[in-house]
Nanobody, 123 residues
Framework: VQLQASGGGLVQAGGSLRLSCATSKRTGSNNGMAWFRQAPGKEREFVAGVSWNGASTTYSDSVKGRFTISRDRAKNTVYLQMGSPKFEDTAVYYC?????????????????WGQGTLVTVSS
């Protein structure tokens, strides 16, 4: 099982950035997926999740209305479109595969994780 996250980098506050998470074929195709993040000195937190078929999405209050999660099942890829990023969005972002068809907010409900991609937002 492999998850490859990419797209991180330096972005100005108010700009935009898109993260991608490519999974090995069949990995997570019937599972929910999510993005988590971990800032220096802080615990890992849920950012956004999407159900197995893309019909249901969930967001943390801190990113709701600014970030959009989506998935392309044909490409085995999940995306996180980061709109109007803020300095406090600076963190390492991880994609993960849920144990179920949906995307709960608790990290222990995910059994496969990508390696993380660093997002730095300049103010």
């Amino acid at each position: 099982v492999q998850l490859q996250a990419s797209g991180g980098g330096l972005v100005q506050a108010g700009g935009s950035l898109r993260l991608s998470c490519a999974t090995s074929k069949r990995t997570g195709s019937n599972n929910g997926m999510a993005w988590f993040r971990q800032a220096p000195g802080k615990e890992r937190e849920f950012v956004a999740g999407v159900s197995w078929n893309g019909a249901s999405t969930t967001y943390s209050d801190s990113v709701k209305g600014r970030f959009t999660i989506s998935r392309d099942r044909a490409k085995n890829t999940v995306y996180l479109q980061m709109g109007s990023p803020k300095f406090e969005d600076t963190a390492v972002y991880y994609c993960a595969v849920s144990r179920t068809s949906y995307s709960p907010t608790a990290s222990d409900q995910y059994n496969y994780w990508g390696q993380g991609t660093l997002v730095t937002v300049s103010s």
